[in-house]
């Protein structure tokens, strides 16, 4: 089937929506395959009772980067033509939660299927930069292309830029931000309660606790990164890119990746 | 990625069954009898690590770069059924840097009398036992021995000394399986390797001219409940809802 401006999917949905929808770990995108590290930390020194503390510190380093990369590709995926007919990255009211239900009318700008994927991969260089354990790059593309699978299909708008080339998960969630309609804050919410979540589900794997006691941790985790939200979801430049990485979860990622006899992938 | 109609692409064949039954070295036998005629790519999926894909690379019987492993994250029910992403991906990708390909063989985890594949990942599925497994395994159903593509009943070479009646196992899998093909395997029995080889061969011919279409086995297998009236037989096609599924009178 060619998709065309003209049956796009007139379907619209709130951001608290469908980032309810990508966080969901039913969500069938290929993610449970990762415990974020942990098994790798668990077995290099992390107590059972120190995960709390573990994705706290995440939401302070390796989650800045992911994301304000999202932001940032929402930012620069997010173009329409502007009202004297040139295409231009839509700069919004500056209120993240106000910009967060902008889903495109009718067409899609040609410039998309152009500009935005250089702009993409520019920002991508600047990820890759602040990511230095290759490891961890891997998996963010390997999740990435399982969650392009989902946008493609669901959001035909983002098909031109998640086709041609797999793109590290936060890029890809930032380019689904964009077509869908979900606003920069809720965006960088989404991403840390993902990354809290899947150490969560790991860890009642790996090293089963009281889960209640568990989902505690993520709404502590996810508390502690709600001070940086307004910051991140402004961001708009890649350069601007927090370079916050934690050198022992890089560590971690690395001996994760050829840790004999594990559970998770990554 | 390209996206061919169904009987363009490969036919993607599922190989399911609990662990040590020998789906890995089924489907080494499947490549050492076929390999020179039809082109054939590997996935495995392993729990712990990528020992399947090794076995059948060091099997020698298909190009190593033919034969790609998927980590399941201790979920292998999850990654054939529920949330097929990876296998979808490893599958396509292999059809992509070996095209054309004509069967894709997917092995899942061994995993219990309950998992299944997915339509959404594979055209058809084996289904693998073993006499050394019991006897009684066939009888026990399930919606894989009842409603896969085929049941393997594996290393019949083994029966007598593990006591197990070939006859009267794959006779009773007949019966769960309502007539449904049943194959009593031994890679030292070339017969029966000749039999494999021709279910093969027919389902690859059928799938090329569209005619096949996918089965689920479904979740769980109908079963029967008597009552005073003769009893009915029903499936559940929602576990999470009472009484959402069918009824048929018998």
Not at chain 1, 166 to 175: A, D, E, K, N
Not at chain 2, 67 to 74: F, K, L, P, S
Not at chain 2, 170 to 193: I, K, N
Not at chain 2, 208 to 226: I, K, L, N, S, V
Request: net charge negative; glycine share 8%; proline share 6%.
């Amino acid at each position: 089937m060619t998709v065309t401006s003209t049956d796009l999917p007139t379907r619209r949905n709130a951001s608290a929506t469908l980032a309810m929808l990508l966080a969901d770990s039913r969500l069938p995108a290929g993610a449970h395959v990762s415990s974020n590290g942990l098994e790798a930390g668990l077995r290099h020194g992390l107590a059972a009772h120190e995960v709390a503390d573990y994705m706290r510190t995440r939401m302070t380093t390796v989650v800045r980067v992911e994301a304000g990369a999202a932001v940032i590709a929402r930012h620069l995926a997010d173009v329409r033509p502007s009202a004297d007919g040139a295409a231009d990255t839509e700069q919004g009211s500056g209120d993240p939660d106000r910009d967060s239900f902008r889903p495109e009318r009718n067409g899609i700008a040609p410039e998309r299927d152009t500009v935005v994927p250089d702009r993409l991969g520019v920002l991508e260089t600047e990820w890759a930069a602040r990511t230095p354990s290759a490891a961890l790059r891997e998996i963010a593309v390997a999740l990435g292309a399982g969650l392009a699978r989902i946008g493609q299909r669901i959001w035909p708008q983002t098909a031109a830029v998640l086709r041609p080339t797999p793109l590290p998960r936060p890029i890809v969630l930032g380019t689904i931000a964009a077509c869908a309609g979900i606003g920069a804050a809720d965006l960088v919410r989404l991403v840390a309660y993902d990354d809290a979540q899947t150490v969560a589900a790991a860890v009642l794997k790996l090293e089963p606790t009281d889960p209640i006691r568990v989902t505690g941790w993520v709404l502590d985790a996810c508390a502690a990164m709600e001070d940086s939200v307004s910051e991140l979801s402004r961001l708009t430049r890649p350069e601007a890119l927090p370079a916050s990485g934690a050198p022992l979860i890089e560590d971690w990622a690395e001996v994760q990746s050829v840790l004999p006899r594990r559970l998770f992938r990554a | 990625m390209p996206e061919f109609p169904a009987s363009e692409r490969s036919l993607r064949l599922g190989v399911a069954g609990p662990v040590g039954t020998g789906k890995s070295s089924l489907i080494a036998l499947i490549c050492r009898a076929l390999a020179d005629e039809i082109r054939i790519g590997v996935i495995t999926n392993d729990i712990y690590t990528d020992e399947d894909a090794r076995l059948l690379r060091s099997a020698g019987v298909l190009d190593p770069d033919r034969i790609r492993a998927i980590e399941t994250g201790a979920c292998p029910h999850t990654a054939i059924r529920d949330d097929v992403t990876a296998n979808l991906q490893a599958v396509e990708r292999l059809e992509n840097d070996y095209y054309p390909l004509d069967l894709v063989l997917v092995e899942s985890g061994g995993d219990n009398l309950t998992a299944t594949f997915s339509p959404a990942l594979v055209d058809a599925q084996i289904f693998v036992l073993d006499v050394a497994g019991g006897g009684d395994v066939a009888r026990k159903g399930g919606p894989g021995i009842a409603r896969a593509d085929l049941l393997v009943v594996n290393k019949t070479d083994l029966a007598d000394y593990v006591g197990v009646d070939v006859e009267q196992m794959v006779s009773d899998a007949t019966e769960a399986r309502e007539g449904e093909p049943v194959l009593a395997l031994s890679r030292t029995d070339e017969a029966s390797v000749a039999r494999l080889r021709e279910w093969l061969l027919a389902l690859l011919a059928s799938h090329r001219a569209g005619a096949h279409e996918p089965q689920d086995p479904g979740p769980m297998a109908p079963h029967f409940h008597a009552d005073e009236e003769g009893g009915y037989v029903h499936t559940h096609d929602d576990e999470g809802e009472e009484h959402s599924h069918q009824h048929v009178r018998v």
